[in-house]
C-alpha cells in the first residue's frame, strides 16, 4: 500500500484551511458582520415563531427582538472597533513625536493584520527618528572639531602667537581640506537618500578605467591623509574587460574603498584592486585588498552604517565615517552588493555589479 506524504498532506491541509478564512468569522470581518447579519435574523425568527405560538403580544416579542439586536451589535461591534481605537491613541502619540507605542494583535482577521503593520510601521518611524537624531548629533560633532581646529590656527595667527608660514597654513589647509570632504560626503548622501541621483550607465573598458582611479588616488594620497608609503596594486582578467556600470557613481565606490585601505595599510603597505567578469554580461567583480589588521566578522555589516568610526578610531586617523556608506549606497543604486568577505590576512571588499540587466544570463 502506497504511504502518503505527510508534508503534501500539510500542505493540502494548509490550502484548505485558507480556502476557509472567508467563512470563518474569527479571521474575517466580512465573515464577522455576515454572521452578525445571520444572527440577528436568526433571533428575530425564532421570537417570531414564539409568538405566533403563543400568547405573547407581537409588540414585546418586536421590543425583545430589538434588544438582543442590539445586545449582539453592539458585542461585536466593540470587537471590531477596539484595535481602531487603539491604533487612533498610538497614532496621535506618533503625531506628538512618541513613537513607542504598540498595538496588541490578539485578532487574527484583517483588523489583526492591520495592527501588525501598523506597529511594524510604527518600528520602521522609531528607527528613522533615531537615526535622524544620530545623524544630527553625528554631524554637529563632525563639523565642529574641524572648525575648532581652523580656529585656532587662525586665531594664533591673528594674535601673534603664531607666524602664518607654510607649516601653519598646511595645518590649516588639511582642516579645511577635512570640512570640504564631510560637506561633500553629506551632500552625497542627501542626493542618494532623495533618489535625485539618476544612473547614467555605460559601457567601458575596465583596466583604462581604474587605472585612471589609481593614478587620481596616488595624486591624492598626501592631501586626504598623510599616507604616501603605500604602494597601490591594479589586477584586472582578462586585460581587455568590459563592463557596465555608471562610471561616476562607481569611481565613488572604489575611490572611498582605496582611501579606505589605504588608511589601516601598515607602513609601506599594500593595496589591490582586482576585476574580474561577473556571471552575467557585462557584470562586474571588484575586490580591494589591504594587508591591514582586518574587520571583526561581528563589525562587517556595521561598518556600511553612517557614522561608524570603530576601525577609524582604532586608527586614529580622523575618517568621518561615511566613506563605505556612500559605497553601500552607490551599489545599491546600481542592484549590486558590497560587503565584507573573508580574507586571511588583512580587510578584503567584494563588490558585485549586476552589469547589463536588459541581457540574458550567461550559462
Not at 212 to 229: C, F, I, P, Y
Not at 262 to 269: I, L, Q
Request: net charge neutral.
Amino acid at each position: 500500500m502506497r504511504k502518503t506524504d505527510p508534508s503534501r498532506l500539510r500542505s493540502l491541509w494548509g490550502r484548505f484551511w485558507e480556502g476557509l478564512r472567508p467563512v470563518d468569522p474569527r479571521r474575517s470581518v466580512k465573515a464577522a458582520l455576515g454572521a452578525l447579519v445571520i444572527v440577528t435574523v436568526a433571533i428575530t425568527t425564532v421570537l417570531t415563531i414564539v409568538a405566533f405560538y403563543s400568547a405573547i403580544e407581537l409588540r414585546v416579542i418586536a421590543l425583545l427582538a430589538v434588544i438582543a439586536s442590539l445586545v449582539v451589535t453592539q458585542f461585536v461591534a466593540h470587537g471590531l472597533a477596539e484595535p481602531l481605537d487603539e491604533m487612533t491613541d498610538a497614532a496621535r502619540s506618533m503625531a506628538r513625536g512618541d513613537y513607542s507605542r504598540r498595538v496588541r494583535v490578539e485578532r487574527r482577521d484583517e483588523l489583526g493584520e492591520l495592527a501588525d503593520t501598523f506597529n511594524r510601521m510604527a518600528a520602521d518611524l522609531e528607527s528613522a527618528d533615531r537615526h535622524r537624531k544620530e545623524l544630527v548629533a553625528n554631524v554637529s560633532h563632525e563639523l565642529r572639531t574641524p572648525i575648532a581646529a581652523l580656529r585656532a590656527v587662525l586665531e594664533n595667527v591673528v594674535d601673534g602667537v603664531s607666524e602664518a608660514d607654510p607649516v601653519t597654513m598646511d595645518t590649516a589647509l588639511r582642516q579645511t581640506e577635512r570640512l570640504g570632504r564631510l560637506v561633500e560626503h553629506l551632500l552625497d548622501l542627501s542626493r542618494l537618500d532623495n533618489g535625485v541621483v539618476p544612473l547614467h550607465t555605460r559601457r567601458f573598458e575596465v583596466w583604462p578605467y581604474l587605472s585612471g582611479v589609481l593614478k587620481e588616488a596616488n595624486m591624492t594620497k598626501g592631501q586626504g591623509h598623510s599616507r604616501t608609503d603605500v604602494h597601490l596594486h591594479l589586477d584586472v582578467s582578462p586585460s581587455g574587460l568590459v563592463a557596465h556600470a555608471d562610471t561616476e557613481r562607481l569611481h565613488q565606490v572604489v575611490a572611498n574603498l582605496i582611501d579606505n585601505a589605504v588608511k589601516h595599510s601598515p607602513p609601506h603597505g599594500r593595496v589591490t584592486v582586482r576585476a574580474r567578469p561577473g556571471r552575467a554580461p557585462l557584470s562586474l567583480e571588484l575586490e580591494v585588498l589591504d594587508e591591514g589588521p582586518g574587520i571583526p566578522e561581528a563589525d562587517r555589516e556595521r561598518v556600511f552604517e553612517r557614522f561608524d568610526r570603530s576601525a577609524s578610531a582604532k586608527s586614529g586617523d580622523g575618517g568621518t565615517g561615511l566613506g563605505l556608506a556612500i559605497a553601500r549606497w552607490a551599489v545599491d543604486l546600481h542592484g549590486g552588493r558590497i560587503r565584507v568577505a573573508e580574507s586571511p590576512r588583512g580587510c578584503r571588499i567584494l563588490v558585485t555589479l549586476p552589469g547589463d540587466t536588459s541581457r540574458p544570463e550567461l550559462t
